[in-house]
């Protein structure tokens, strides 16, 4: 992004030289024509005239090469003329006169544009500078954008962040007045509360999100709550390790987001019941020094439901989820 720019990196192409010899050949020919018919057209009403005006015999005749001459000259005279004009205007250093007399330069102008006869060194030099002003045109427009992308999201995890406060609160205050009234509330209620909260705090839209947590029994997972799971899944969805992602997750023991799911893998084929239409899965373990008490897993409808940031806040949630159970067992023991 933070490129240097300078004139050396604009590059100019310049005409090929056989273009530019075509270029000169086509002038002389079109010059040729010109004169042709040009001067063959002024050369009789010069002569009239002249003749009228005795400044020429009646048996004198004005031809095109005469014409041509005389154009000649009075255009070099007047280029001449204009150059040593212009040379004594931008160099006071000049002096006037000829190789015998020679007199200081009165017509110096400091206000005289050096350069004004170099047209061709004008048009480069503004090429060149507008290049370099587009050039840096869009790099501001692509650094205002990236820097808009970025306080877009910024502005998105803060109010994730403020939201995963709130909710933090809200559960921590709940399984504190949930477990002060230990036989009111059971462990799936309290776990219903965390997950419930924890579907309010993914970076991307929660509308199709659902939550399955998966807790040991009898060496097979089973689901011990859920939200936006349906009863026959809650009540027949049980995998042993590595069996199914729920089992792949047990297995590895470390969380992982699947955004685009390809159901020929063997981890989605749910044991005979109907391909679960889910275009991306977020597993996280949920273990205490190594054992793994149960599997927490967030799907999405679509592919791409989630992004990496989510397992920082999904992860207080999860191991919510742990210390609930951890409680449950404690208590069961």
């Known amino acids: ?44 009403p010069i002569t009239f005239v002249l003749q009228k005006l005795n400044l020429i015999s009646n048996d004198q005749k004005i031809n095109k090469i005469t014409i041509y001459s005389t154009v000649s000259i009075i255009f070099l005279t007047y280029r001449i ?36 006869d170099d047209l061709q060194n004008k048009y480069s030099k503004l090429t060149i500078d507008y290049a370099r002003s587009m050039e840096l045109l869009n790099e501001a427009n692509e650094i205002q954008d990236e820097l808009k992308n970025n306080l877009i999201a910024l502005e998105n995890r803060l109010r994730i962040m403020i939201r995963h406060i709130s909710n933090s609160n809200r559960v921590t205050r709940s399984l504190n007045y949930a477990l002060h009234h230990k036989t009111k509330y059971s462990t799936e209620e309290c776990l219903k509360i965390v ?55 047990w297995g590895i023991n470390k969380p992982e987001i699947i955004n685009n799911i390809n159901f020929s893998d063997s981890r989605f084929s749910e044991g005979g019941l109907p391909v679960t239409k889910i275009g991306s899965i977020m597993g996280f373990p949920l273990n205490v020094d190594g054992e793994i ?30 210390l609930i159970l951890l409680y449950d067992k404690l208590k069961l023991d």
């Open 293 to 322: 008490l149960g599997v927490f897993c967030l799907q999405s409808e679509v592919e791409n439901g989630f992004v990496e940031e989510d397992l920082l806040t999904i992860e207080f949630y999860a191991r919510i989820c742990t």
């Open 81 to 116: 003329v204009s150059y040593m004009s212009r040379m004594w205007r931008r160099n006071e250093k000049i002096e006037i006169g000829t190789a015998v007399t020679s007199f200081p330069n009165p017509f110096f102008d400091p206000t005289f544009e050096k350069n004004q």
């Open 1 to 44: 992004m933070n490129k240097k720019i300078n004139e050396n990196e604009v590059e100019l192409s310049p005409l090929p030289l056989s273009k530019k010899i075509v270029s000169y050949l086509v002038a002389l020919l079109l010059l040729i024509v010109i004169l042709y018919t040009a001067l063959t057209a002024f050369s009789e």
């Open 195 to 249: 997950l419930e909260e924890c579907i309010t705090i993914l970076e991307k839209d929660q509308s199709d999100k659902s939550i399955t947590l998966f807790g040991i029994e009898n060496e097979e997972l089973k689901i011990v709550s859920s939200v936006r799971i349906n009863l026959e899944s809650v009540d027949k969805r049980k995998f042993r390790k590595g069996e199914g992602f729920a089992g792949y997750i």
